[in-house]
């Protein structure tokens, strides 16, 4: 019998991050501390809104693109929050999360052999979605001594005469590393300088501890030439609503709409009215929330220190990214012993691409109470490898 597969579909690796998650639902008193959900329920103002659009019958087809309320929302969101302006009727489209955001982008924008330049440790979809796009995955190696920031100089090393396409994953999951304005400006001017692309992923741009979050797009020249990608899961606690949006330039969005249109029709109706709501009057809770992972933040960032454990500062998103070199074991050794040994799910940094090669990355999208216990237990842990080493 002839295979029935893709032989592309075959070579894609499935994700890194829920091998951890599989092992750890079957291990009784076990903590997980490696997927990043947040731990709070959805806000009960925005629940109450999808039950009552059940209640009120609204069950049918939005359009292709979205509820028109939505999509005035998301722009009149951008404007305040990012200082930049969408057009609604063409230039936004809700999604079936920021995957399908990240996936229909890439198909809209990529033929064969196009070159998309993906900074690593980065999200682990970007680089199978190029890939099942047609495209060619370009990896750019970020480093721990520029805190993971993409600087100009590794970008410009990187492109070609194929290169179309930038993904730019900041706030970054697995590192927590952020781009400044300074940073984002640095690298505009080789963007527009060689004329290509950008994709900003941007699901995390609420969790920013350090000032406000700065998008791309409000860099001079760089709107016309960006695909925002962001959505609901992190911000506001709305990760199985299955909601994000897409904002770039009409004709781009014409065309993921064309995609979105046969694969999917249109995202879910009751979450998009639930979303309406948590644009309008969801600020307090963003804010809320926020604060407590900042103080969970914080709380690691020292405990780290106190157990000399190397680990830049994270400013974005709700991850910590400690570097394990010292113990002489990869990431997936360390992480797989320390699951063993201590009952503590936690990912390998290779998840996220080969220079994540002994770091791993720990979610702190978890209560107080659970985090300690995880540090107390990782404590005694690199306190017995460090004593076998001694």
Not at 203 to 227: A, C, D, F
Not at 346 to 351: E, F, L
Request: hydrophobic residues 40%; negative net charge; proline residues 5%.
């Amino acid at each position: 019998m002839r295979d029935p597969l893709s032989s592309t579909i075959r070579e894609i690796k499935p994700s890194g991050i829920r091998k951890f998650f599989d092992l750890v639902s079957e291990m009784e008193d076990a903590i997980s501390l490696g997927v990043g959900e947040p731990d709070f329920d959805t806000p009960w103002h925005i629940r109450d809104e999808g039950i009552y659009s059940l209640e009120r019958g609204r069950t049918f087809y939005t359009s292709n693109a979205g509820l028109k309320e939505l999509k005035e929302e998301i722009a009149n969101y951008l404007a305040r929050r990012i200082h930049v302006s969408y057009d609604y009727r063409d230039e936004v489209l809700v999604t079936v999360g920021g995957s399908e955001g990240i996936d229909i982008a890439m198909r809209a924008m990529l033929d064969p052999g196009d070159e998309v330049l993906i900074p690593q440790p980065s999200y682990v979809s970007y680089e199978p979605c190029a890939v099942l796009a047609g495209g060619k995955p370009v990896i750019i190696e970020l480093k721990a001594e520029n805190e993971f920031r993409l600087t100009p100089e590794e970008l410009l090393e990187k492109i070609t005469d194929r290169t179309k396409l930038l993904v730019l994953p900041f706030p970054n999951n697995p590192t927590g590393a952020i781009m400044e304005r300074k940073d984002l400006e640095a690298i505009a001017k080789v963007i527009i300088e060689k004329d290509i692309f950008v994709l900003s992923d941007e699901i995390y741009s609420e969790l920013s501890y350090k000032g406000e979050h700065v998008s791309i797009t409000s860099i001079p020249g760089m709107r016309e030439r960006t695909i925002l990608i962001n959505g609901f899961s992190k911000s506001y606690a709305m990760t199985g609503w299955r909601l994000g949006y897409a904002c770039s330039p009409a004709e781009i969005i014409s065309q993921m709409t064309k995609i979105h249109q046969f694969a999917i029709m249109c995202a879910p109706t009751t979450s998009q009215y639930a979303a309406v709501e948590a644009l309008q009057n969801g600020d307090e809770d963003v804010a809320m929330m926020r604060e407590a992972y900042d103080q969970r933040r914080r709380y690691l960032v020292h405990a780290f220190k106190e157990m000399g454990l190397d680990c830049f500062e994270p400013y974005g998103a709700f991850y910590i990214f400690p570097c394990i070199k010292e113990f002489g074991m990869t990431s997936e050794e360390f992480a797989s012993r320390f699951l063993q040994e201590e009952k503590v799910a936690v990912v390998p940094g290779t998840a996220f691409g080969d220079c994540g090669e002994g770091f791993l990355r720990i979610s702190y999208a978890y209560s107080l109470d659970n985090l300690k216990v995880a540090l107390g237990r990782l404590e005694d842990f690199i306190g017995r490898l460090r004593a076998q080493k001694a």
